[in-house]
Nanobody, 129 residues
Framework: QLQLVESGGGLVQPGGSLRLSCAASGFTLGAYAIGWFRQAPGKEREGVSCISRSGGSTKYADSVKGRFSISRDNAKNAVYLQMNSLRPEDTAVYYC??????????????????????WGQGTQVTVSS
């Protein structure tokens, strides 16, 4: 069974931090580029960050640059999203997704939801005082 499972979401105060995890089961995550997406109530799903297969290339949405950091540990078959200085506008359901496409060593899909082969169930992040 091929599965991605997110964890680490929750309620946090503005300025706080959360670390999201995305664990793969049934397949080797090292063969996939990974993207983190989020969807807030009433809004379209948007790309937050992505990381290439080897971890050598990353991208971030302008809204999270300097605050979020993506990383991966292929030996543990997991990807992480460290979120610092959280703001109320970061409130959303966060999803990780994996793409088997290979377009070069530096490629990762920041906004291309259509290239994703597998999606996690999502984890809720709420930033509120």
């Amino acid at each position: 069974q091929l599965q991605l499972v997110e964890s680490g979401g929750g309620l946090v105060q503005p300025g706080g931090s959360l670390r999201l995890s995305c664990a793969a089961s049934g397949f080797t995550l090292g063969a996939y580029a990974i993207g983190w997406f989020r969807q807030a109530p009433g809004k379209e799903r948007e790309g937050v960050s992505c990381i290439s297969r080897s971890g050598g290339s990353t991208k971030y949405a302008d809204s999270v640059k300097g605050r979020f950091s993506i990383s991966r540990d292929n030996a543990k078959n997991a990807v992480y999203l460290q979120m610092n200085s959280l703001r109320p506008e970061d409130t959303a359901v966060y999803y990780c997704a994996a793409s088997a496409q290979y377009r070069g060593t530096t490629w990762c899909p920041l906004s291309e939801t259509y290239v994703m082969n597998y999606w996690g169930q999502g984890t809720q992040v709420t930033v509120s005082s």
